[in-house]
């Protein structure tokens, strides 16, 4: 994440179960799951193959679907 960039604030949608991934994939390793309405941490705003870098409240950072996070 670029250092003069803050974090952005984004909350699922859409989406009663989603996976945060290793790597920017569909097939890519789940290392948990979110659900509707949880607030995330966006790294960056700029999706790289349509999924979002994020962090959750619990530590964990991946990668989820974009269009089941709208940015706040």
């Known amino acids: 994440m670029d250092e003069n960039k803050k974090p952005l604030t984004g909350v699922v949608v859409n989406c009663m179960n989603l996976n945060i991934r290793k790597d920017p994939t569909q097939t890519s390793r789940s290392l948990g799951i979110i659900g509707l309405d949880t607030v995330v941490t ?3 705003d700029k999706s790289v ?8 409240g619990d530590g964990i950072s991946g990668y ?4 089941f996070i709208k940015l706040c």
């Open 42 to 44: 966006v790294c960056d």
């Open 49 to 56: 193959s349509g999924f979002y870098k994020v962090k959750t």
């Open 64 to 67: 989820c679907m974009s269009e």
